[in-house]
């Protein structure tokens, strides 16, 4: 029988074995999550100038507007001047375009957001583009689940996702404004079921002309 320096022993080293593999996942995660990452960031950089400006993310909303299309839809997800303030959100330098550097700062901070403050409309796109691995606009209704119930939890995503879903045939392909839907729908009922927590904005000081954001009525 092994005494309990032995047991203690074989614990911490069980314990050790543990953390590492725990730690190997991480990295590969995180790695993956930084390749998908590089990868939205191209496609969206149409020109290759290492930033994305508004006529490139119009761009990339018309290719999502003609995937749509094919399924009968092909309407633009965001005008151009609300386009202009999913740029102007996390557009810290004020240059109009978004380099690498805010791109993957504004990512990594709405991830790990867990108040609802953080501005989270290229969020929404980069996320949708991170699934959208083939680049046809189109991503499967479990990887669709598998973004909410990561955020809102399964409980509060799977009662809204079946009644949106109950009388939809076509339920197999996400598009990018049926994604904005789910995501508005489950996001107010989430806020609903947690009335304290208030969403903020940027500060307007750094808009150059603030008037017009009162004017911006897209998706959450």
């Known amino acids: ?5 032995e047991r203690m022993a074989l614990k911490q080293k069980e314990d050790a074995e543990k953390a590492r593999r725990e730690k190997e996942r991480r990295e590969f ?14 496609r969206l950089d149409k020109n290759a100038d290492g930033k994305i400006d508004l006529d490139d993310l119009m761009h990339e ?15 633009m997800p965001y005008t151009r001047k609300e386009a202009s303030m999913v740029l102007w959100e996390v557009d810290d330098d004020n240059d109009n375009a978004v380099d690498w550097h805010e791109f993957s700062t ?4 709405t991830r790990d957001d867990k108040t609802g403050c953080e501005p989270r409309k290229l969020f929404h796109v980069i996320e949708f583009l991170m699934h959208d691995k083939n680049g046809n606009g189109v991503i499967d209704v479990d990887e669709c689940l598998s973004i909410m119930h990561a955020r809102y939890g399964k409980e509060t995503v799977d009662a809204k996702m079946q009644d949106m879903f109950k009388e939809d045939d076509d339920t197999k392909n996400i598009y990018f404004s049926k994604f904005m839907e789910v995501q508005s729908i489950v996001a107010k009922e989430a806020m609903r079921q947690t009335p304290s927590s208030v969403p903020s904005v940027r500060s307007l000081s750094f808009a150059k002309d603030p008037s017009k954001v009162l004017e911006f ?3 959450l």
Not at 29 to 41: G, I
Not at 61 to 75: Q, V
């Open 106 to 109: 504004t990512f990594h901070r």
């Open 1 to 5: 029988m092994a005494t309990h320096k």
């Open 217 to 219: 009525s897209g998706p």
């Open 61 to 75: 909303f018309g290719d999502l507007a003609k995937a749509r299309g094919g399924a009968g839809e092909g309407r």
């Open 29 to 42: 995660k995180e790695a993956q999550e930084l390749e998908s990452l590089k990868r939205v960031f191209k």
